[in-house]
Nanobody, 119 residues
Framework: QVQVVESGGGLVQAGGSLRLSCAASGSGLSFNAMGWYRQAPGKQRELVASITSGGSANYADSAKGRFTVSRDNAKNTIYLQMNSLKPEDTAVYYC?????????????WGQGTQVTVSS
């Protein structure tokens, strides 16, 4: 059974910080690129940040300079440190994990964690 579990969301005032975690697990799977996406009410889901198994990170323009994605390969876990939060960062944050088993590739989503930034 494959699990992708996010944690760390919550309510914070503008200018504050939150740290999200996402742990992936699954027998026989190799987890490759993992990323954070977010979806605000009435909007499409968008990429926030992603990181490869080698540690190469990619950020949306809205996240650059404020958010940092990191990874612990031994735990198949990624983190998103969010600083200087703004009300427009309010959204459900989802973790995506790309995995492979042999020649087969898969994509898994977590259930999401709510981040609310008050002004």
């Amino acid at each position: 059974q494959v699990q992708v579990v996010e944690s760390g969301g919550g309510l914070v005032q503008a200018g504050g910080s939150l740290r999200l975690s996402c742990a992936a697990s699954g027998s026989g799977l190799s987890f490759n690129a993992m990323g954070w996406y977010r979806q605000a009410p009435g909007k499409q889901r968008e990429l926030v940040a992603s990181i490869t198994s080698g540690g190469s990170a990619n950020y949306a323009d809205s996240a650059k300079g404020r958010f940092t994605v990191s990874r612990d390969n031994a735990k198949n876990t990624i983190y998103l440190q969010m600083n200087s939060l703004k009300p427009e960062d309010t959204a459900v944050y989802y973790c995506n994990a790309a995995a492979s088993r042999g020649r087969y590739e898969y994509s898994y989503w977590g259930q999401g964690t709510q981040v609310t930034v008050s002004s």
